[in-house]
T-cell receptor
Framework: AQTVTQSQPEMSVQEAETVTLSCTYDTSESDYYLFWYKQPPSRQMILVIRQEAYKQQNATENRFSVNFQKAAKSFSLKISDSQLGDAAMYFCAYRRTLNNNDMRFGAGTRLTVKP | DSGVTQTPKHLITATGQRVTLRCSPRSGDLSVYWYQQSLDQGLQFLIHYYNGEERAKGNILERFSAQQFPDLHSELNLSSLELGDSALYFC???????????????FGPGTRLTVL
């Protein structure tokens, strides 16, 4: 079974600074997808970024980037130039690409941004 | 706005009752997924439908059932409700059957169910 672990229940960052959220996962598959979702107080689940396991290049979306270490099964999210609107719960998620039917989510990291 | 709609936004009911949650996927999306999020926890996969057919079940209780209709909207039925069923229920949709490399799930705003 695939499991996703987020070891940081809470993190805080000063506005305009950089913060990194950690995620590790366990799988025996070689091909899969990884995602970071943001859940603000509105509770909406918003896709932040995704990474295909077969790609060596780390995904980047504006101020958000990942550090994907396949051998270590690690998938961290870096938020640069943090903004107040980045405050939210962040969930790491794993999905197989073959015969996939669901995503497995970590328990989440609550990010606070201090002005 | 993801394009996925869910109704109602909030639902308050009593133990033992039955409720129906509704989800309309993004235009053109054939897959619908249901997830449950209990308080301050991650999402748990419940069930996946593709083009009207059930594709997979996750941690879904026997008291829960779902279906996807010809117009592709989906309903999640929760019966004999218990206090522990109080949670946020998300629907997500994607274009494909779940095996495509470009398949990304887009989430609706969720339905908050409170069982008293």
């Amino acid at each position: 079974a695939q499991t996703v672990t987020q070891s940081q229940p809470e993190m805080s960052v000063q506005e305009a600074e950089t913060v990194t959220l950690s995620c590790t996962y366990d799988t025996s598959e070689s091909d899969y997808y990884l995602f970071w979702y943001k859940q603000p107080p509105s509770r909406q689940m918003i896709l932040v970024i995704r990474q295909e396991a077969y790609k060596q290049q780390n995904a980047t979306e504006n101020r958000f980037s990942v550090n994907f270490q396949k051998a270590a099964k690690s998938f961290s999210l870096k938020i640069s130039d943090s903004q107040l609107g980045d405050a939210a719960m962040y969930f790491c998620a794993y999905r197989r690409t073959l015969n996939n039917n669901d995503m497995r989510f970590g328990a989440g990291t609550r990010l606070t941004v201090k002005p | 706005d993801s394009g996925v709609t869910q109704t109602p936004k909030h639902l308050i009911t009593a133990t033992g009752q039955r409720v129906t949650l509704r989800c309309s996927p993004r235009s053109g999306d054939l897959s619908v997924y249901w997830y449950q999020q209990s308080l301050d926890q991650g999402l748990q996969f419940l069930i996946h439908y593709y083009n009207g057919e059930e594709r997979a079940k996750g941690n879904i209780l026997e008291r829960f059932s779902a279906q996807q209709f010809p117009d592709l909207h989906s309903e999640l039925n929760l019966s004999s409700l218990e206090l522990g069923d109080s949670a946020l229920y998300f629907c997500a949709s994607s274009p494909f059957r779940g095996t495509e490399l470009t398949d990304t799930q887009y989430f609706g705003p969720g339905t908050r169910l409170t069982v008293l």
